[in-house]
């Protein structure tokens, strides 16, 4: 292989400090490989990790992401007991409730499938949500599903976890360095470069989120990933009234749906999923925002009506035409590997899809790696449908 | 606990106001009808209002201004910022310990929809700055909507009870800030274009080009305007020292809030951080408040506020502590003392050198910043945006009225309005008024002593000319093309007809009349007094003292009068040797035990050094990680949490950035945190457009 001799080279390099890019990071640096991270931003996580709320589930709809979520979890949950390190962890289920025929359908149409993959979720009628949510408004109520083992954790501290151990493990973290330029020989990348570095790499791995498009576009491919704008926001700390993550699925005059839970700090978060989409990097809160949101929240549970809201921000949802990552190698460029287009989901897949990313480097994918990639595949159609994003 | 109300003030008038009760854990205590909830606490000597969930810490007021929340208490079982909330007849406050219980509700709140108005200017904050800029634009008949957060206009000159420095004939110099407020106030309310909303806060500034506001303190309401000119003055800086959370420890708008707006006596013994001019007046607004002034430190060596400020301080028996630092307040629930010590050229505690003091409370006063976010916001989401008074530059009240002025008419003419350009004149005057103190030349006082001698003690050079519009013969000169030079007194020792304007007038309380006609070898001395009118009567002994404090002599009070014309100010006469009646400059007030040193200096060992006072971060974590090489506030705050409460990192953020520069690191290197709004937490319920009415339902 010919390669500059003059510039630092790495086993693998990483375009992204994000919610994927950081685990992988940890996860590749601690098998022993030499890694760089190259990230635009001045630390970890600062582009869209954390704008992320903090929920991680696996009740999904398909097998790609509940098998990705399901090892996430167990990272998440188990992070204080493998590492004495508190990400702010919380089981605290996801409920997805309805309040008419269409949504009470979907749901359970939807429950079949995530019973088929064995994931703990159930129905539950109006009573059983009210005894895991007495403060949900029990008006017209005709029950959900309520799925007992997922939760949340501080994406700002997991990220910053990740990082520490990747640092530890030896793997350097440029900030600052946005990639500008990609040198390829015979079909493969050999160096990357920066405004202020040039590196050599065996692999290049695409985890920018949101930016994944353009980034990928420096070695001519096109990844079918467009950043959608949501807005979030948290509140005050209150003592513990709220378990689970809520989701209410109404789709409603500029949102199609909402959610909110309370985090380990006592505080809620809420985001909404706009409707239409918001296509584009605007990262700039709008006024928009918080009346469209409370005004359902105040709805569905009155007693938040009293909760003081402290920040609001903005963030993006890197989305891909059938809401389904995309993850494999890039077909154009041999050693170009793609973990983009996480559709908003990128935080509790991480780890999950970080040690996946370990193995396809390793090129030691198991029957169900090979089955999950299967799905995530960047060459696919994009013509199924996720059921809910 | 009667003693902790004011119930006299040399300038304040005490209004009639109609008692109620409420409770305090179950305890009946008494408040009166308007008041805030911490106002009637701090009246009964109750001044630890709960405990931090993260580590049990005490908490108090610290801003009293309803920014942080470290004043919460639960009032009938609600989660309220007393320094914001009113009492209410048989309320039942209880201290917040830990997270509070959020209200039950059963019902959804009736919601309308978020009502949004269009205007011409919208003016943020009804100060100094802003009212002089509603005015400008009221004359022209601009539509303009004015929104500021208290209940009444003029911002922190409501709070202050001195004569304004500043030129008599553009700012009003002579007349007291709170009636500066009144006149400036009436002023703009003749203007019809011009719309006043009271206890209405900006929340944000919106990438729409929307500004959220909470009206009325209940209903939200987006206002889109054509210009905005931000005129929200300033926010103080803070510092790190050990014990710098404890209740008794807060800045100088907080104190002059509880003093002279709830009118309590927050302290007994008060000691000051900080000898620039908010410091200064402070110390000399807790006097007028009978509270004593244990001492002031400032790590410079010299008070950076105006002259005869820090000598009316000093003359009054307040020890000032130049090159000396605060290393700690110490208590276990309160501040029970505060330690200090003497710096080195690089501001370094010099080890001996420290001393503790017994007080219950320490003022903060170390600096202010802009506050500018929404300039920042407005500017960056292309909104014609204009920045008046201290959310432009630090400066004083009377810079920032002349300054709104000129924007008021800046914004006219972005709007297109026929308005006359500014002239060069207002920003020459404007700069004028912007420029800290000049030179200090030695006093030299006149070698007359016969007739009538004007004794000007004003030796600095400093933006202020009230005297030379106050003699009635024209005799005391300040050049009009720059107020900055001293004072001059023109005539001879004939001239003066001792009619004491300037010795009641001169905001500087700088200027005595030495008569000797009467008696040539004990001249009658006027000197100027602004404390209540029964703690000085005649035949009383006074200690009289120069300007730099030293006591000359005690004499005997001749006469407490008031002259005609005069705002309160009151004249004392005595009758002194002439070897130092034109020395003399003041009468001390303050009994000197109260500022003796104790006998041992105090460590401070139960309370750590906090950076984020709503988080309970201290110094030692950011630190440590400065030290690893985090250069990105935001990994801070995500490490720590510093700058995540409900502050919004309005007090640590300036603290963050100057334990960087402790740590040798330039501005250039760090990356600041990230803005975002909202400005203050505001219920959840408001936005969603609950009716304001409903607001109390549960």
Same mark, same amino acid.
């Given at each position: 292989?010919?390669?500059?001799?003059?510039? !630092?080279?790495?086993?693998?390099?990483?375009?992204?400090?994000?919610?994927?890019?950081?685990?992988?990071?940890?996860?590749?640096?601690?098998?022993?490989?030499?890694?760089?991270?190259?990230?635009?931003?001045?630390?970890?996580?600062?582009?869209?990790?954390?704008?992320?709320?903090?929920?991680?589930?696996?009740?999904?709809?398909?097998?790609?992401?509940?098998?990705?979520?399901?090892?996430?979890?167990?990272?998440?949950?188990?992070?204080?007991?493998?590492?004495?390190?508190?990400?702010?962890?919380?089981?605290?289920?996801?409920?997805?409730?309805?309040?008419?025929?269409?949504?009470?359908?979907?749901?359970?149409?939807?429950?079949?499938?995530?019973?088929?993959?064995?994931?703990?979720?159930?129905?539950?009628?109006?009573?059983?949500?009210?005894?895991?949510?007495?403060?949900?408004? &029990?008006?017209?109520?005709?029950?959900?599903?309520?799925? !007992?083992?997922?939760?949340?954790?501080?994406?700002?501290?997991?990220?910053?976890?990740?990082?520490?151990?990747?640092?530890?493990?030896?793997?350097?973290?440029?900030?600052?360095?946005?990639?500008?330029?990609?040198?390829?020989?015979?079909?493969?990348?050999?160096?990357?470069?920066?405004?202020?570095?040039?590196?050599?790499?065996?692999?290049?791995?695409?985890?920018?989120?949101?930016?994944?498009?353009?980034?990928?576009?420096?070695?001519?491919?096109?990844?079918?990933?467009?950043?959608?704008?949501?807005?979030?926001?948290?509140?005050?700390?209150?003592?513990?009234?709220?378990?689970?993550?809520?989701?209410?699925?109404?789709?409603? &005059?500029?949102?199609?749906?909402?959610?909110?839970?309370?985090?380990?700090?006592?505080?809620?978060?809420?985001?909404?999923?706009?409707?239409?989409?918001?296509?584009?990097?605007?990262?700039?809160?709008?006024?928009?925002?918080?009346?469209?949101?409370?005004?359902?929240?105040?709805?569905?549970?009155?007693?938040?009506?009293?909760?003081?809201?402290?920040?609001?921000?903005?963030?993006?949802?890197?989305?891909?035409?059938?809401?389904?990552?995309?993850?494999?190698?890039?077909?154009?460029?041999?050693?170009?590997?793609?973990?983009?287009?996480?559709?908003?989901?990128?935080?509790?897949?991480?780890?999950?899809?970080?040690?996946?990313?370990?193995?396809?480097?390793?090129?030691?994918?198991?029957?169900?790696?090979?089955?999950?990639?299967?799905?995530?595949?960047?060459?696919?159609?994009?013509?199924?449908?996720?059921?809910?994003? | 606990?009667?003693?902790?109300?004011?119930?006299?003030?040399?300038?304040?008038?005490?209004?009639?106001?109609?008692?109620?009760?409420?409770?305090?854990?179950?305890?009946?205590?008494?408040?009166?009808?308007?008041?805030?909830?911490?106002?009637?606490?701090?009246?009964?000597?109750?001044?630890?209002?709960? $405990?931090?969930?993260?580590?049990?810490?005490?908490?108090?007021?610290?801003?009293?201004? =309803?920014?942080?929340?470290?004043?919460?208490?639960?009032?009938?079982?609600?989660?309220?910022?007393?320094?914001?909330?009113?009492?209410?007849?048989?309320?039942?406050?209880?201290?917040?310990?830990?997270?509070?219980?959020?209200?039950?509700?059963?019902?959804?709140?009736?919601?309308?929809?978020?009502?949004?108005?269009?205007?011409?200017?919208?003016?943020?904050?009804?100060?100094?700055?802003?009212?002089?800029?509603?005015?400008?634009? =009221?004359?022209?008949?601009?539509?303009?909507?004015?929104?500021?957060?208290? $209940?009444?206009?003029?911002?922190?000159?409501?709070?202050?009870? $001195?004569?304004?420095?500043?030129?008599?004939?553009?700012?009003?110099?002579?007349?007291?800030?709170?009636?500066?407020?009144?006149?400036?106030?009436?002023?703009?309310?003749?203007?019809?274009?011009?719309?006043?909303?009271?206890?209405?806060?900006?929340?944000?500034?919106?990438?729409?080009?929307?500004?959220?506001?909470?009206?009325?303190?209940?209903?939200?309401?987006?206002?889109?305007?054509?210009?905005?000119?931000?005129?929200?003055?300033?926010?103080?800086?803070?510092?790190?020292?050990?014990?710098?959370?404890?209740?008794?420890?807060?800045?100088?708008?907080?104190?002059?809030?509880?003093?002279?707006?709830?009118?309590?006596?927050?302290?007994?013994?008060?000691?000051?951080?900080?000898?620039?001019?908010?410091?200064?007046?402070?110390?000399?607004?807790?006097?007028?408040?009978?509270?004593?002034?244990?001492?002031?430190?400032?790590?410079?060596?010299?008070?950076?506020?105006?002259?005869?400020?820090?000598?009316?301080?000093v003359r009054m028996g307040v020890p000032i502590y130049t090159s000396h630092t605060v290393l700690s307040a110490n208590g276990q629930d309160y501040v029970e003392s505060v330690t200090i010590a003497q710096v080195d050229e690089k501001f370094q505690p010099i080890p001996g050198t420290e001393k503790s003091f017994a007080c219950d409370s320490l003022l903060i006063a170390v600096g202010l910043d802009p506050v500018n976010e929404f300039f920042i916001k407005a500017k960056q989401y292309g909104i014609p945006v204009f920045a008046g008074g201290d959310a432009e530059e630090i400066a004083e009240a009377s810079a920032a009225m002349f300054s709104g002025k000129i924007k008021g008419r800046e914004i006219a003419?972005?709007?297109?309005?026929?308005?006359?350009?500014?002239?060069?004149?207002?920003?020459?005057?404007?700069?004028?008024?912007?420029?800290?103190?000049?030179?200090?030349?030695?006093?030299?006082?006149?070698?007359?002593?016969?007739?009538?001698?004007?004794?000007?003690?004003?030796?600095?050079?400093?933006?202020?000319?009230?005297?030379?519009?106050?003699?009635?013969?024209?005799?005391?000169?300040?050049?009009? $093309?720059?107020i900055r030079k001293v004072p001059e007194f023109l005539g001879n020792n004939y001239c003066c007809q001792l009619c004491e304007q300037c010795v009641a007038g001169c905001p500087g309380l700088a200027i005595t009349l030495v008569d000797y006609r009467s008696n040539a070898d004990f001249p009658l001395v006027s000197i100027p007094y602004e404390f209540t009118r029964d703690s000085i009567r005649q035949r009383d002994s006074v200690t009289v003292l120069d300007t730099q404090g030293n006591p000359l002599g005690d004499l005997e009070v001749l006469s407490v009068h008031q002259i005609k014309r005069s705002d309160r100010t009151l004249i004392v006469q005595v009758q002194a040797p002439k070897e130092y009646a034109?020395?003399?400059?003041?009468?001390?007030?303050?009994?000197?035990?109260?500022?003796?040193?104790?006998?041992?200096?105090?460590?401070?060992?139960h309370n750590d050094t906090i950076i984020c006072r709503c988080e309970r971060v201290t110094v030692g974590e950011i630190r440590e990680l400065i030290r690893k090489g985090v250069r990105d506030i935001n990994e801070i705050k995500t490490v720590t949490r510093a700058g995540m409460g409900a502050c919004g990192s309005k007090t640590c953020n300036s603290l963050i950035h100057r334990l960087f520069r402790e740590e040798g690191i330039t501005n250039s290197e760090v990356v600041d945190n990230t803005k975002r709004p909202l400005f203050m937490e505001v219920p959840i319920g408001v936005f969603a457009g609950e009716s304001p009415s409903e607001d109390k339902s549960t």
């Open positions: 292989m010919t390669q500059p001799t003059s510039i !630092p080279h790495y086993d693998v390099i990483i375009l992204g400090a994000g919610s994927v890019g950081t685990p992988s990071a940890m996860y590749l640096a601690e098998a022993g490989y030499k890694v760089l991270v190259l990230d635009p931003g001045a630390s970890v996580g600062q582009g869209s990790n954390k704008k992320a709320i903090g929920g991680i589930r696996a009740t999904h709809s398909d097998p790609a992401k509940i098998r990705l979520c399901l090892r996430s979890l167990e990272i998440f949950s188990n992070w204080e007991k493998w590492y004495g390190e508190d990400i702010e962890w919380v089981q605290n289920g996801y409920m997805f409730m309805a309040y008419r025929e269409r949504e009470q359908k979907i749901l359970q149409d939807l429950l079949v499938t995530q019973k088929s993959y064995g994931l703990n979720i159930d129905w539950y009628d109006p009573q059983q949500l009210l005894d895991i949510v007495p403060d949900l408004n &029990p008006e017209g109520l005709l029950g959900g599903t309520f799925s !007992p083992e997922d939760g949340s954790a501080s994406p700002l501290l997991s990220a910053h976890r990740f990082y520490e151990h990747a640092c530890r493990a030896g793997a350097d973290f440029h900030f600052h360095e946005p990639v500008t330029k990609m040198i390829t020989r015979s079909g493969k990348i050999v160096a990357v470069e920066t405004p202020t570095g040039t590196y050599g790499a065996d692999v290049v791995i695409n985890a920018a989120g949101a930016w994944a498009r353009p980034v990928a576009q420096l070695v001519g491919v096109d990844v079918p990933v467009n950043p959608d704008s949501h807005e979030s926001a948290v509140t005050e700390a209150v003592a513990d009234f709220l378990k689970p993550m809520i989701v209410d699925i109404r789709p409603m &005059p500029g949102s199609s749906n909402y959610y909110f839970y309370q985090h380990r700090t006592g505080q809620i978060f809420f985001c909404i999923t706009p409707s239409p989409n918001i296509w584009g990097f605007d990262t700039e809160e709008t006024s928009e925002f918080l009346p469209m949101v409370t005004r359902r929240m105040v709805e569905v549970m009155p007693r938040l009506k009293n909760l003081r809201v402290r920040r609001t921000w903005r963030g993006l949802y890197p989305m891909t035409p059938d809401g389904f990552p995309i993850v494999g190698w890039a077909e154009e460029v041999e050693n170009f590997l793609l973990a983009v287009g996480m559709c908003g989901q990128g935080y509790m897949l991480g780890p999950g899809l970080g040690e996946l990313i370990l193995r396809l480097v390793q090129n030691q994918l198991t029957e169900n790696d090979q089955e999950t990639l299967s799905f995530l595949k960047p060459t696919r159609q994009f013509a199924s449908q996720e059921l809910l994003k | 606990m009667t003693g902790l109300r004011i119930e006299q003030h040399p300038i304040l008038p005490i209004p009639e106001r109609e008692e109620i009760q409420i409770f305090w854990q179950g305890q009946p205590i008494r408040a009166f009808v308007g008041e805030t909830i911490s106002a009637a606490l701090f009246a009964s000597g109750i001044r630890v209002f709960g $405990h931090h969930p993260k580590d049990g810490s005490p908490q108090g007021i610290f801003c009293a201004n =309803g920014q942080c929340s470290q004043c919460m208490v639960l009032a009938d079982q609600k989660p309220v910022k007393s320094c914001m909330e009113l009492v209410q007849p048989g309320m039942q406050v209880e201290p917040l310990n830990g997270l509070p219980e959020l209200p039950k509700v059963s019902q959804p709140p009736k919601v309308q929809p978020i009502e949004e108005i269009e205007v011409d200017v919208l003016i943020l904050g009804g100060g100094p700055a802003g009212l002089s800029a509603g005015s400008e634009l =009221g004359k022209l008949g601009i539509p303009t909507l004015l929104i500021d957060d208290k $209940h009444r206009l003029g911002g922190k000159l409501v709070l202050q009870t $001195h004569r304004f420095f500043g030129s008599s004939s553009a700012v009003y110099a002579g007349t007291r800030g709170i009636d500066i407020a009144t006149r400036l106030e009436n002023d703009l309310r003749q203007y019809p274009s011009v719309q006043i909303w009271l206890q209405s806060t900006a929340l944000a500034v919106f990438s729409d080009q929307k500004v959220g506001v909470l009206r009325n303190g209940s209903q939200y309401v987006l206002v889109k305007p054509k210009v905005i000119l931000v005129a929200t003055g300033a926010r103080e800086k803070f510092l790190a020292f050990k014990g710098n959370t404890l209740p008794g420890v807060y800045g100088a708008g907080a104190f002059q809030t509880l003093v002279n707006r709830d009118l309590v006596r927050p302290a007994e013994n008060l000691f000051i951080v900080g000898g620039g001019n908010v410091g200064l007046i402070a110390g000399y607004h807790a006097l007028q408040a009978n509270i004593n002034v244990v001492g002031l430190v400032e790590a410079l060596p010299e008070c950076g506020g105006y002259k005869v400020h820090k000598d009316k301080l003419l972005q709007l297109g309005r026929k308005a006359p350009p500014v002239p060069a004149e207002w920003y020459r005057t404007g700069e004028i008024l912007k420029s800290k103190p000049g030179e200090t030349f030695s006093e030299h006082l006149p070698e007359a002593s016969v007739g009538v001698v004007p004794v000007i003690h004003c030796t600095q050079e400093i933006p202020c000319n009230p005297c030379a519009a106050l003699c009635p013969n024209g005799l005391i000169f300040v050049d009009d $093309h720059d034109k020395k003399i400059a003041g009468l001390r007030i303050q009994d000197q035990k109260v500022t003796e040193p104790l006998d041992e200096y105090v460590t401070e060992l």
